[in-house]
């Protein structure tokens, strides 16, 4: 089993949709959980980072985790043409030889104008 | 923003040539990280290194080899290019803070043919 699951895709969606992006992990030791974004033949870029459970939002981009269901989820709202792109889970675990990190396969997300 | 450098972006090459990747960070970061990416799979840690002079494989078997000479620079080297190398290369720093957040370069995409 692997520990973490992103569903791949791919989305799409119509301009100005809500999007939800979803990953779940099975390993109770991941503290911290970010989403990134990648472009086409471009490496991922950072869109946001949480800690707690709980929703954290950052201007169209809202991103929630429930450590009880083990299960993130990234909203977008208002959805554009520039958000289409893969969309990355990735969540960091504390071990002895310091901190682990485990990435979801990626969502693909189409934003059709 | 994140200062991440790689070299060259593309890399078409023959088998059997020893070829070196270049990452470069500007960031002071003094860890690094070499990924591997395949089209619909997790990214796959390869290399890391926590400080100068220091470098650890990750979790995925590689043929590659890393050094750490100065903070900034962090290169990977395969001494024999084969069909099986064929991928999306990403380097990647993290921060000192409490996050440790992974931070990427753009990628270097090699073919062995």
């Known amino acids: 089993q692997k520990e973490v699951e992103q569903d791949p895709g791919p989305l799409s969606v119509p301009e100005g949709a809500i999007v939800s992006l979803n990953c779940t992990y099975s390993n109770s030791a991941f503290q911290y959980f970010m989403w990134y974004r990648q472009y086409s033949r471009k490496g991922p870029e950072l869109l946001m980072y949480t800690y707690s459970s709980g929703n954290k939002e950052d201007g169209r981009f809202t991103a929630q985790v429930d450590k009880s269901s083990k299960y993130i989820s990234l909203f977008i709202r208002d959805s554009q043409p520039s958000d289409s792109a893969t969309y990355l889970c990735a969540m960091r675990a504390r071990t002895n030889t310091g901190n682990q990190f485990y990435f979801g396969t990626g969502t693909s997300l189409t934003v059709i104008p | ?113």
């Not at chain 2, 090459?13 to 960070?25: H, P, V």
């Not at chain 2, 999306?88 to 720093?93: D, H, K, R, T, V």
């Open chain 2, 1 to 113: 923003e994140a200062d991440i450098y790689q070299t060259p972006r593309y890399l078409v090459i023959g088998t059997g040539k020893k070829i070196t990747l270049e990452c470069s960070q500007t960031m002071g970061h003094d860890k690094m990280y070499w990924y591997q990416q395949d089209p619909g799979m997790e990214l796959h840690l390869i290399h890391y290194s926590y400080g100068v002079n220091s470098t650890e494989k990750g979790d995925l078997s590689s043929e590659s080899t890393v050094s750490r000479i100065r903070t900034e620079h962090f290169p990977l080297t395969l001494e024999s290019a084969r069909p099986s190398h064929t991928s999306q290369y990403l380097c990647a720093s993290s921060t000192r803070d409490i996050t440790d957040t992974q931070y990427f370069g753009p990628g270097t995409r090699l073919t062995v043919l």
